[in-house]
């Protein structure tokens, strides 16, 4: 099984809803990233977190980590189509930088 | 600054060919690694370099080679080409390995494979 899963797999908002994508390590987390991807592109850097309870915003995408549960949520506010693509998280799974990995990816659709 | 270049980004290779990407780094940045994405297996990881040392190899067989230059730039090869070699290559670069560092990706490079 993957190191990192997220939730939900694809997701199909309209526009102007909330939404939120969620990313769960089976590991201690050294440092949460949050990505974005359009099709046929490279990696965006969204967002690092790496204290239990950091919150970080960006324009309308706010990202917190949760040490304890190793989880992180990525969270939309008034989604617009701009928003669309996939959104993966990464994280280091050990103290050092060799064991980086990604979560699967959300697929998010916004319609107008 | 100007962010991670790949090149080609596009490429048309047939069976048994061999083919050479190319990564620039972010500037400052000394560590490069590779990663191969296919819809069918996602984000999968290629090999990372570091001051010119393979630092990790993620699990693909030997056909797939790559190396660093003391500028930090970095080339893939893909040898005997093969169908299931088409992907989408992206490097990524990091100012130091370790935590606090995020990757930064290029735009890819395209490969198809016929």
């Known amino acids: 099984s993957q190191e990192l899963e997220q939730s939900p797999q694809s997701l199909i908002v309209q526009e102007g809803k909330n939404l939120t994508i969620n990313c769960t390590s089976s590991?201690?987390?050294?440092?949460l990233y949050w990505y974005k991807q359009k099709y046929g592109e490279g990696l965006i850097f969204l967002m690092m977190?790496?204290?239990?309870?950091e919150e970080k915003s960006h324009e309308k995408i706010t990202a917190k980590l949760d040490e304890k549960k190793q989880q992180s949520s990525l969270h939309i506010t008034a989604s617009q189509p701009s928003h669309a693509g996939i959104y993966l998280c990464?994280?280091?799974?050990?103290?050092?930088?060799?064991?980086?990995?990604f979560g699967p990816g959300t697929r998010l659709s916004v319609l107008p | 600054k100007a962010g991670v270049t790949q090149t080609p980004r596009y490429l048309i290779k047939t069976r048994g060919q061999q083919v050479t990407l190319s990564c620039s780094p972010i500037?400052?940045?000394?560590?490069v690694s590779w990663y191969q994405q296919t819809p069918g297996q996602g984000l999968q990881f290629l090999f990372e370099?570091?001051?010119?040392?393979?630092?990790n190899k993620g699990n693909f067989p030997g056909r797939f080679s790559g190396r660093q230059f003391s500028n930090s730039r970095s080339e893939m090869n893909v040898s005997t080409l093969e169908l299931g070699d088409s992907a989408l290559y992206l490097c990524?670069?990091?100012?130091?390995?370790?935590?606090?560092?995020?990757?930064?990706f290029g735009n890819g490079t395209r490969l198809t494979v016929t």
């Open positions: 990524a670069s990091r100012l130091i390995t370790g935590r606090s560092s995020p990757l930064h």
């Open positions: 590991k201690t987390l050294y440092g």
């Open positions: 977190l790496q204290k239990g309870g």
């Open positions: 990464g994280a280091d799974m050990d103290n050092y930088g060799q064991n980086f990995v």
């Open positions: 500037s400052g940045h000394r560590s």
């Open positions: 370099y570091f001051s010119e040392t393979q630092r």
